[in-house]
């Protein structure tokens, strides 16, 4: 845990957030500027700051946890995972997040 880390505060639940799933590994809640109809976080509980740095044993549950919040939203049949490494790629919180993002249509590539 990174006290400084607002993703690490929403996991402990010192900072509100609204969160949708949740398990032993992670934790799942509402993006505040939505891009989408359907716009969710996905975080380990654990402070990593970005893909490149995530241990072995988590890469399984986060992928579950993922595709337990897409059953749960019932976007299965159309839906974008993105996560941001470093500014350039545009991120912005520093705690490992998965992008769910369903409910409109996608442009490619990225802007
Ligand atoms: P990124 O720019 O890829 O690092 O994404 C960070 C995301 O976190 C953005 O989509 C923000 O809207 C979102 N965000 C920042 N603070 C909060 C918060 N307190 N609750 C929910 N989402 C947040």
Same mark, same amino acid.
């Given at each position: 845990?990174? %006290? ?6 929403? *996991?402990?639940?010192?900072?509100? *957030? ?9 934790? +799942? ?23 490149? %740095? ?9 992928? #579950? ?7 749960? %939203?019932?976007?299965? +049949? ?13 991120? @912005?919180?520093? #705690?490992? #997040?998965? #992008?769910?993002? @369903? ?9």
């Amino acid at each position: 845990m990174s %006290e400084q880390c607002i993703f690490c505060n929403i *996991a402990q639940g010192s900072i509100p *957030a609204q969160v949708i799933y949740q398990d032993e590994a992670a934790i +799942a809640f509402r993006d505040i500027n939505p891009q989408a109809p359907v716009h969710v976080l996905v975080i380990p509980r654990l402070h990593v700051p970005s893909i490149a %740095e995530l241990p072995d044993q988590l890469c399984h549950p986060l992928l #579950h946890a993922i595709n337990a919040v897409v059953r749960q %939203e019932g976007i299965a +049949a159309s839906y974008r995972v993105v996560t941001n490494v470093g500014p350039a790629a545009g991120q @912005s919180v520093f #705690h490992l #997040h998965f #992008h769910v993002l @369903s409910g409109r249509t996608f442009s490619w590539p990225p802007g």
